[in-house]
């Protein structure tokens, strides 16, 4: 049996799937995504994503960026439940956001 201590919540580019490990997020914030009301239909925040999975929704989306120290913003895509994990958010991504339908951002 070995332990790991770590120096980042879920690491850089967040936590991922490893059989036979098992990992406890010592700032856990497993509380429940009551406010999407910032959330943009339509809006894709391009070029600063540093991952990307699929989730169930844009709440699921939003825990995967607070386990992820690099996390300013996400992206959900509506047609295949993708969701991006964005770097940067001051402008909207490296190059500022953009129209694209069944993105939310």
Do not use: Q
């Not at 943009?40 to 991952?51: H, L």
């Not at 402008?91 to 694209?100: C, D, K, L």
């Amino acid at each position: 049996h070995r332990c790991y201590l770590k120096s980042m919540r879920g690491g850089t580019y967040g936590p991922t799937i490893a059989a036979g490990h098992n990992s406890m997020n010592m700032e856990c914030d497993n509380s429940p995504v009551e406010n999407l009301n910032c959330l943009r239909e339509g809006v894709n925040f391009a070029g600063a994503d540093k991952r990307n999975l699929v989730v169930a929704d844009e709440e699921e989306c939003v825990r995967h960026c607070r386990d992820t120290d690099i996390c300013k913003a996400i992206v959900f895509r509506e047609s295949d439940h993708r969701c991006y994990i964005i770097s940067k958010s001051k402008r909207g991504g490296a190059s500022g956001p953009t129209i694209a339908a069944g993105h939310n951002s």
